[in-house]
């Protein structure tokens, strides 16, 4: 089951059952995609299945994250209570705050932020990538990451929104390496998929990590997409090269640079096909249209810079 709609009163019921009385007029509701988000203080909050979609989502993230809580030792929400459909959950909201342009002011300001966080998420996913081994993966785990959407649909949309420059031509170019890479079985994990600034919870002066969140979107895949969104749009690499230097010394794996940044131009090259439709001062997925062509540009040029027998 799932709610298409979501009324003060119905939330206010389904969260009775999960013992939390809250009156209405304190529910902040924000839509997500597939699911909703109810938000209310005390340190807990509430997802409700949008879709059909949403709803087998929030299934697989919750038996992920009972499995990442038995096997690692970051911080991640706990699940209190499941509706016997499946249809809403109630969580543990981790104390501190997801603010990913703060985050990023921050890091810019504090160099040796930059390598504690970087320290920090090494260390969480070389946890995280050891904790299916690769006899017994999960059925219900996902085998291909949701982002980028596929070649075909990010070339459809380009001509809309860039038109057919020289541009959408070095980003088919790139597309194809990217659909015609080789996996090594070796290098599959269970991955988180969207690491990054917006799904990490800091502390209130912003000057540790204190958890990891919204694994909706895990899947066992290669490690390598696990480190796509630590490239930040400066020149400055230390967030990048400390998780990476950590990740390697406590995994033993060693990971393949440009591999990472073939993920991260792919991914920036399928968010900028997804403005398709979307006028260009708009801020879609929190950039406008010159933002997005700023970092899919940055994103090819870094990709290009490096040895092709690293791919």
């Not at 203080?41 to 989502?57: I, K, M, S, V, Y």
């Not at 959950?89 to 342009?101: K, M, Q, Y």
């Amino acid at each position: 089951m799932h709610h298409p709609e979501l009324s003060a009163e119905l939330i206010h019921s389904c969260l009775l059952k999960g013992g939390e009385n809250v009156s209405p007029e304190r529910l902040v509701v924000q839509k997500r995609e597939g699911r909703w988000l109810i938000e209310w203080g005390d340190n807990r909050l509430a997802w409700f299945a949008a879709t059909a979609e949403g709803n087998a989502a929030m299934s697989i993230e919750r038996k992920v994250l009972a499995l990442v809580r038995t096997k690692c030792s970051f911080t991640t929400p706990e699940v209190l209570h499941v509706a016997a459909d499946g249809s809403f959950d109630i969580r543990t909201r981790l104390e501190g705050i997801v603010d990913p342009s703060r985050a990023y002011d921050c890091l810019g300001r504090d160099a040796q932020l930059a390598v504690r966080l970087g320290g920090w998420a090494g260390a969480a996913l070389a946890q995280l990538h050891a904790a299916v081994q690769p006899d017994v993966v999960p059925d219900w785990l996902p085998r291909k990451v949701s982002w980028p959407e596929s070649g075909d649909w990010i070339r459809e949309r380009l001509p809309s929104v860039i038109g057919n420059d020289s541009l959408a031509a070095e980003i088919s170019a790139v597309l194809a390496i990217y659909e015609n890479l080789t996996v090594a079985n070796d290098d599959r994990v269970l991955a988180h998929t969207d690491l990054g600034l917006h799904n990490i919870v800091f502390s209130d002066d912003f000057r540790e990590p204190c958890g990891l969140i919204d694994f909706e979107a895990a899947a066992y895949v290669d490690r390598h997409f696990d480190f796509r969104y630590l490239i930040l749009d400066t020149a400055d690499t230390t967030l990048l090269t400390s998780a990476c230097e950590t990740y390697e010394a406590i995994s033993g794996k060693r990971l393949l640079p440009a591999r990472i940044q073939l993920y991260n131009a792919a991914s920036a090259c399928s968010y900028l096909a997804y403005r398709a439709g979307i006028a260009p001062e708009v801020r879609w997925c929190g950039r406008t249209l010159a933002e997005d062509i700023n970092w899919t540009t940055l994103a090819l040029q870094r990709f290009r810079a490096h040895s092709p027998t690293q791919r």
